[in-house]
């Protein structure tokens, strides 16, 4: 999803479409004048958000899953120095008190994890920051995920090219309350070389990104994105070390499909569009119906669906299809979560924390209306859920097929779209995967160490984060449930259960958030989301 196709004024419009940056007069490489600032960057960290890095800090009697799918130990002490993990030391057995006076003793600052559980943070692989009609401060997504134990974000884009290079510094040097940021941008974006009109145009760009903070580039491949420029984007992008990741519009995938994309180097796919097109039983497109249109919501996410039976699952061009991305070495991030209203919008509308957790300007954003991206439930039907369930009961398989090939799958949320909320989004999508057919550790290491290892893999950099071991950076959840036992439990909001005197119990969240040695508490973060969205509440209650 992209915030472009919101109701922005037409010179960031300009901005949004072109990917032109304001020159010295004012204007936009397109003519336009020069539009305000897209976005709010994230204010300075205050004092009390979060306590260190400090010299040694120990995080004690935790039971760990250290993210490469093997299954958890504990108790152990984790000790970080700095922003780094340095030990990782058994602290006792299952069932028996903990040992006294453990080393290091040293620490200026310990957590008592007792009971609790350690995972690496996760990595959110599909991210926008918002807009300034919907939700226009950074700080609200950032603390969304964070209190959900997401620790690095890849985004394509987080925010317009000039402020996701800045957040990006002010992440890296402690300055703001954020996750790590990747900041992948559309071709052209943040530049003053004009429009994408070749393939050396293409390569220019590219080269000039590589150089000004751009880490990796996102396709959509239609309009000025022919596969001329894609693939000369493609070659341009292993040059410079920069990661690619394909959103392949629906207008765009009749000239390139997933296979394709593959074929000429691309490094993930997103969502699930340009998958199906890539093995249909019966010609090369899908079977549209005569009156579809692309720029009518309804119809594009309408029809998305019914490509589900023109597939068959196991068969000899489905099998090829995944070896063939395999081969290539294509990541997926199915992103199912911010398709999933459509296959039970209710639900979607109604999930316990949008009350308390969504802005009032992003629930009117999610509301139905022509002229919202993603905002398309203008009639939506049982038929309409019935055939979104059956395309998710085919992708799934087909995500899940290429886990069990050795294919790797990451995790990617796309919220602040179709009733999805930043952090709680991308809970969802862990449980979508178990779904599909993921056990819960293979969830976390798509999560986790698969996340990194993606991000690493364009600059052939080792992988700094994604798993809790000696030498790996501090990015650390902690949580007082199991996640094995119940994904539900990483919610924000909690999971209700039964206790055993007959009570109604609220359990879980995430207690602790480690990003590269500083600690977050979890709640105290979800009570900053909650006072911006009670202050809007209020004055628009006083506007009135």
Same mark, same amino acid.
């Given at each position: 999803?992209?915030?472009?196709?919101?109701?922005?004024?037409? !010179?960031?419009?300009?901005? =949004?479409?072109?990917?032109? $940056?304001? @020159? /010295?007069? &004012?204007?936009?490489? +397109?003519?336009?004048?020069?539009?305000?600032?897209?976005?709010?960057?994230?204010?300075?960290?205050?004092?009390?958000?979060?306590?260190?890095?400090?010299?040694?800090?120990?995080?004690?009697?935790?039971?760990?899953?250290?993210?490469?799918?093997?299954?958890?130990?504990?108790?152990?002490?984790?000790?970080?120095?700095?922003?780094?993990?340095?030990?990782?030391?058994?602290?006792?057995?299952?069932?028996?008190?903990?040992?006294?006076?453990?080393?290091?003793?040293?620490?200026?600052?310990?957590?008592?994890?007792?009971?609790?559980?350690?995972?690496?943070?996760?990595?959110?692989?599909?991210?926008?920051?918002?807009?300034?009609?919907?939700?226009?401060?950074?700080?609200?997504?950032?603390?969304?995920?964070?209190?959900?134990?997401?620790?690095?974000?890849?985004?394509?884009?987080? !925010?317009?090219?000039?402020? =996701?290079?800045?957040?990006? $510094?002010? @992440? /890296?040097? &402690?300055?703001?309350? +954020?996750?790590?940021?990747?900041?992948?941008?559309?071709?052209?974006?943040?530049?003053?070389?004009?429009?994408?009109?070749?393939?050396?145009?293409?390569?220019?760009?590219?080269?000039?990104?590589?150089?000004?903070?751009?880490?990796?580039?996102?396709?959509?491949?239609?309009?000025?994105?022919?596969?001329?420029?894609?693939?000369?984007?493609?070659?341009?992008?292993?040059?410079?070390?920069?990661?690619?990741?394909?959103?392949?519009?629906?207008?765009?995938?009749?000239?390139?499909?997933?296979?394709?994309?593959?074929?000429?180097?691309?490094?993930?796919?997103?969502?699930?569009?340009?998958?199906?097109?890539?093995?249909?039983?019966?010609?090369?497109?899908?079977?549209?119906?005569?009156?579809?249109?692309?720029?009518?919501?309804?119809?594009?996410?309408?029809?998305?669906?019914?490509?589900?039976?023109?597939?068959?699952?196991?068969?000899? $061009?489905?099998?090829?299809?995944?070896?063939?991305?395999?081969?290539?070495?294509?990541?997926?991030?199915?992103?199912?979560?911010?398709?999933?209203?459509?296959?039970?919008?209710?639900?979607?509308?109604?999930?316990?924390?949008?009350?308390?957790?969504?802005?009032?300007?992003?629930?009117?954003?999610?509301?139905?209306?022509?002229?919202?991206?993603?905002?398309?439930?203008?009639?939506?039907?049982?038929?309409?859920?019935?055939?979104?369930?059956?395309?998710?009961?085919?992708?799934?398989?087909?995500?899940?097929?290429?886990?069990?090939?050795?294919?790797?799958?990451?995790?990617?949320?796309?919220?602040?779209?179709?009733?999805?909320?930043?952090?709680?989004?991308?809970?969802?999508?862990?449980?979508?995967?178990?779904?599909?057919?993921?056990?819960?550790?293979?969830?976390?290491?798509?999560?986790?160490?698969?996340?990194?290892?993606?991000?690493?893999?364009?600059?052939?950099?080792?992988?700094?984060?994604?798993?809790?071991?000696?030498?790996?950076?501090?990015?650390?959840?902690?949580?007082?449930?199991?996640?094995?036992?119940?994904?539900?439990?990483?919610?924000?909001?909690?999971?209700?259960?039964?206790?055993?005197?007959?009570?109604?119990?609220?359990?879980?969240?995430?207690?602790?958030?480690?990003?590269?040695?500083?600690?977050?508490?979890?709640?105290?973060?979800?009570?900053?989301?909650?006072?911006?969205?009670?202050?809007?509440?209020?004055?628009?209650?006083?506007?009135?």
């Amino acid at each position: 999803m992209q915030a472009w196709m919101t109701r922005l004024g037409a !010179a960031a419009m300009a901005v =949004a479409l072109t990917g032109a $940056a304001p @020159s /010295a007069a &004012g204007q936009t490489a +397109a003519g336009a004048p020069a539009a305000k600032p897209a976005m709010n960057p994230a204010p300075a960290r205050r004092p009390g958000e979060g306590f260190g890095p400090y010299r040694k800090m120990v995080i004690r009697g935790v039971t760990l899953i250290d993210g490469t799918g093997a299954p958890p130990r504990g108790p152990v002490d984790i000790v970080i120095e700095g922003d780094t993990i340095t030990d990782v030391v058994q602290a006792g057995w299952p069932g028996l008190p903990l040992k006294g006076e453990r080393p290091p003793r040293d620490a200026v600052h310990e957590i008592d994890a007792t009971g609790m559980y350690a995972l690496p943070g996760f990595v959110d692989m599909h991210v926008h920051g918002g807009d300034p009609k919907k939700s226009p401060d950074l700080e609200y997504a950032y603390k969304l995920w964070l209190a959900h134990g997401v620790t690095t974000v890849r985004g394509v884009s987080l !925010a317009p090219h000039d402020i =996701a290079v800045s957040e990006k $510094a002010r @992440s /890296a040097r &402690g300055e703001i309350v +954020a996750p790590r940021i990747y900041n992948y941008q559309t071709l052209g974006s943040g530049w003053s070389g004009g429009r994408i009109d070749g393939p050396a145009k293409a390569r220019a760009w590219v080269q000039w990104a590589s150089k000004n903070g751009v880490d990796g580039i996102k396709f959509f491949g239609w309009n000025d994105e022919t596969p001329e420029v894609i693939t000369a984007a493609l070659d341009e992008a292993r040059k410079q070390g920069l990661g690619t990741v394909a959103h392949i519009a629906q207008p765009g995938v009749a000239s390139l499909n997933a296979r394709q994309y593959g074929e000429a180097g691309l490094g993930t796919v997103t969502h699930f569009y340009g998958h199906f097109e890539s093995m249909l039983k019966e010609g090369r497109l899908q079977k549209y119906p005569a009156d579809y249109n692309f720029y009518d919501e309804a119809k594009r996410f309408g029809e998305a669906a019914e490509i589900w039976d023109e597939v068959e699952p196991g068969s000899d $061009a489905w099998v090829g299809y995944l070896e063939a991305q395999k081969a290539a070495g294509v990541t997926f991030d199915p992103t199912m979560t911010i398709y999933a209203a459509s296959r039970d919008l209710m639900r979607a509308k109604n999930a316990d924390w949008h009350q308390t957790y969504t802005l009032p300007s992003l629930n009117d954003f999610f509301v139905s209306t022509r002229d919202n991206h993603g905002s398309y439930f203008y009639d939506w039907t049982t038929g309409n859920e019935v055939a979104w369930r059956n395309f998710y009961g085919r992708f799934m398989r087909l995500v899940n097929d290429y886990k069990n090939m050795g294919g790797r799958v990451t995790t990617g949320s796309d919220s602040g779209f179709i009733w999805k909320l930043y952090g709680f989004g991308y809970i969802e999508e862990l449980e979508l995967l178990q779904e599909a057919g993921f056990t819960p550790l293979e969830v976390i290491q798509a999560a986790t160490s698969n996340g990194a290892r993606t991000l690493a893999a364009p600059k052939k950099a080792p992988v700094t984060f994604g798993i809790v071991r000696p030498g790996m950076s501090a990015d650390l959840v902690i949580v007082p449930e199991n996640p094995l036992a119940n994904l539900k439990t990483l919610y924000g909001t909690g999971h209700q259960r039964l206790s055993a005197d007959n009570r109604i119990e609220t359990v879980g969240g995430v207690r602790w958030t480690v990003v590269r040695g500083v600690a977050y508490d979890a709640r105290a973060l979800l009570a900053d989301v909650k006072a911006m969205v009670d202050r809007q509440k209020a004055e628009r209650a006083q506007a009135r």
